[in-house]
């Protein structure tokens, strides 16, 4: 896994270094790189699971018809494995 870490600087102040733990860093020469890597294993994740995901630029949805229990456990399924 790579851990990226982040200094912030407000009002002529800077801060300690800090891990990154989500999300791609703002303005680097890497990040859209860093994106796509993660975009692309985020549409596989779901795709895996059965859950459909729709694009457009950096926004992404996800969705699953729920007609019963299968349904609402596939999407539950879906948004762990997002968080693990």
Same mark, same amino acid.
């Given at each position: 896994?790579?851990?990226?870490?982040?200094? /912030?600087?407000?009002? #002529?102040? !800077?801060?300690?270094?800090?891990?990154? %733990?989500?999300?791609? +860093?703002?303005?680097?020469?890497?990040?859209?790189?860093?994106? /796509?890597?993660?975009? #692309?294993? !985020?549409?596989?994740?779901?795709?895996? %699971?059965?859950?459909? +995901?729709?694009?457009?630029?950096?926004?992404?949805?996800?969705?699953?018809?729920?007609? #019963?229990?299968?349904?609402?456990?596939?999407?539950?399924?879906?948004?762990?494995?997002?968080?693990?």
């Amino acid at each position: 896994m790579l851990i990226v870490r982040t200094v /912030l600087w407000v009002d #002529n102040v !800077l801060s300690e270094l800090a891990p990154l %733990i989500s999300g791609v +860093v703002q303005g680097s020469g890497i990040g859209p790189l860093m994106f /796509l890597t993660y975009i #692309n294993e !985020l549409i596989y994740i779901l795709e895996e %699971i059965g859950v459909k +995901v729709k694009l457009f630029a950096d926004d992404v949805k996800m969705y699953a018809r729920i007609v #019963n229990n299968v349904g609402m456990v596939q999407l539950q399924r879906a948004i762990d494995a997002l968080t693990d």
